[in-house]
C-alpha cells in the first residue's frame, strides 16, 4: 500500500519556482513529523527541510508547510538553481520509545536547467 505520494516536480529554468506536494495516509501523516530530502546523482540523500529546520542550501529560498486537513505536506521552492536538480523524496518518521521509523514516498524528479 502507497502511504506517501509526491507530486509537483519537472523542468524549470533557474530562478524559476515549483511547488513539491506530498500527500500521506491519515494515520502515516498523525502519527509523523513531516520532512523533505533530495538525492542528487553520485550524492547520498540529504535533508532538504523539515517544519523545524532547513538545510543551509534552501534557506531563504524554500518553504515548508503543511495542510492538515488534506494530510499534505508541501515544499516550495523558489530562485531554484542547477545545485537543486534532484530527486526529491517526501518522509514521514515516526519516534516510539526512542526508536525511529522511516517512510519514504516514490521521489519526484526536480531539474533545473541554466
Known amino acids: 500500500q502507497v502511504q506517501l505520494v509526491e507530486s509537483g516536480g519537472g523542468l524549470v529554468q533557474a530562478g524559476g519556482s515549483l511547488r513539491l506536494s506530498c500527500v500521506a495516509s491519515?494515520?502515516?501523516?498523525?502519527?509523523?513529523?513531516m520532512g523533505w530530502y533530495r538525492q542528487a546523482p553520485g550524492k547520498q540523500r540529504e535533508l532538504v527541510a523539515t517544519?523545524?529546520n532547513y538545510a543551509d542550501s534552501v534557506k531563504g529560498r524554500f518553504t515548508i508547510s503543511r495542510d492538515t486537513a488534506k494530510n499534505t505536506v508541501y515544499l516550495q521552492m523558489n530562485s531554484l538553481k542547477t545545485e537543486d536538480t534532484a530527486v526529491y523524496y517526501c518522509?514521514?518518521?515516526?519516534?516510539?520509545?526512542?526508536?525511529?521509523?522511516?517512510?519514504w514516498g516514490q521521489g519526484t524528479q526536480v531539474t533545473v536547467s541554466s
Open positions: 517544519l523545524s
Open positions: 518522509n514521514a518518521r515516526q519516534i516510539v520509545l526512542g526508536v525511529s521509523l522511516d517512510y
Open positions: 491519515a494515520s502515516i501523516f498523525s502519527r509523523s513529523a
